[in-house]
């Protein structure tokens, strides 16, 4: 089984559904902000959410945006936006490798990557960084989350979990949820495929190499503290 097949299917990433409404709120708040900072004046930015998930955020996302591209790689993930979007015109869901011919370049304000970098191979990760780029505006904006540095595992995770539980209000859910995951496929994998891994400087030197600039480390998007975002720009 590949990632793509993992979340392709049914799996228990959340441990519950207050933990998948909260989850989305930080996501909402993080992804709506960025896309204010990313507009111009009264115009709305266009944006790419890659690797968007549920996207529960979308709805939220898309009234900040003059155009909101939603990427997913799993099939029945797209079928759901489409279902739950589909009247939004503005809103397109498009596959990773629809991306190239169905965007135009030069034509994204912003491009958000939250929670997917560790799911991808270096090499896909050098070619998806050259289209991010080729998409963009010049001046426009890649914001990556939920990057995991090489020192951070299982037990710091666990912990960012429990302390995000305790303060969400679903403690018991998330240790129940703890005990599914250690029997789930999602272990399994991560224990044979696993985690791409990156320190700070790692990430500089990869988005520099691929030709962006102004990189910033941020907060990190999302509950984990201990997980980073970058931010990088297109050369003007």
Known sequence: M?????????????VSERHKLLHARIIERALVG??????????????????????????????ASGRLYLCDSAPSIRAQLASRLGRLAHVEIVAPETIEIGIADDSLDLITVISVLQYLTEDELTAVLSVWLRKLKP???????DVIPPDVGMVTDTRALLAFAWQGGF?????????????????????????????????DTRLHKAGFDSVQQRANIGHNSARMTFLARKPA
Request: hydrophobic share 45%; glycine share 10%; net charge negative.
């Open 34 to 63: 960025l896309a204010r900072e990313a507009a111009d004046g009264d115009t709305k930015p266009h944006v790419l959410d890659h690797g968007c998930g549920e996207a529960l955020h979308a709805q939220a996302l898309a009234a």
């Open 171 to 203: 403690l018991l859910a998330a240790l129940a949820g703890l005990v599914r995951t250690a029997l789930s496929d999602y272990r399994k994998l991560r224990e044979t495929l696993g985690l791409a891994m990156y320190t700070a400087a790692q990430m």
């Open 139 to 145: 001046g426009g904006a890649l914001v990556i989350g």
């Open 2 to 14: 590949s990632w793509r097949e993992f979340f392709n299917g049914e799996h228990s990433i959340y």
